[in-house]
């Protein structure tokens, strides 16, 4: 089976998002979406974060998409994560 390589863009408005949605390039095929914030993500921020996933998902398929944030992260926020196949990966800043 063949596996297509995208280019990791970063610059969210190829994707058709907003310019203040701070995309990295994690690996080949993996873009992490940056939320470092003080607050806790809730599972309203979460069912955002699936829309920007689906979004990068409708222009490049194949593209892996990872929340990167704190651990401050309910519980219903996680479970949405990975129900819609969205991996987590902690970070310690913060804004």
Do not use: W
Not at 39 to 58: C, F, G, L, N, Y
Not at 65 to 78: A, G
């Amino acid at each position: 089976m063949t596996t297509k390589v995208f280019k990791n863009e970063t610059d969210p408005t190829f994707y058709g998002l907003s310019t203040r949605i701070q995309l990295e390039a994690l690996s080949l095929n993996k873009l992490g979406i940056r939320k470092v914030i003080k607050s806790r993500i809730i599972r309203k921020d979460a069912e955002k974060i699936v829309e920007i996933a689906h979004q990068i998902k409708s222009v490049t398929p194949y593209m892996e998409v990872t929340l990167i944030c704190t651990r401050n992260i309910c519980s219903k926020s996680i479970d949405l994560l990975k129900k819609e196949g969205i991996g987590i990966e902690y970070s310690s800043e913060t804004e």
